[in-house]
């Protein structure tokens, strides 16, 4: 066995050790979870700001609700003790009218957690630009505040941004959010 052999197996034995004890709980679950919003139009920018969510538990099929009972079922019947977004692509539906990219519309964009109490913000991109925006999770988020109701599932996921100047004459653009949930033991 050469020396380089011996080292590249010493490494890839340490690195699942690594990673394990890296994170404060094991993560039990992870899936992306797909949400529709319905459409951003000239009309609804004020100040030339517009804001959109959606309950996620509203979605068609409810894959929230599947991602929660997949977490679930992987903790052996017993719910997570967190769930976190660790990834997040913004995506122009087909639906949209007379836009094709997330420029067409938004100078900046944030994509945000919110119930009747907090809103927290969790990615922004100061010039999202194309049909699919790859958004980067801010790695600071405390989510202490919608804690429960991400476990429970009653939560909306929204988006906000100021427009470009000046916005399109006619469009509607309707997003697609393909949020990655972590579920921890």
Known sequence: MTRFT???LSLATLAPLTFVACG???IAH???VSIKLSGFKP???TNNMSTEDKSINTESGNPYGVFLKNAKAALG???PSSIEVVGLTVQVHAESKNVTTVDAVFADLEVFISTSDTTIPIAA???P???SVVMTIDEDIDYGAVKAELIKGEFKMGVRGSGINPLPADFELKLTLDIRFEAFE
């Open 129 to 131: 630009k194309g049909s």
């Open 43 to 45: 009309g609804d920018f």
């Open 24 to 26: 404060d709980d094991p």
């Open 30 to 32: 992870s899936e992306v």
């Open 125 to 127: 991109k100061a010039t």
């Open 77 to 79: 019947g017993k719910d």
């Open 6 to 8: 011996r080292l590249a």
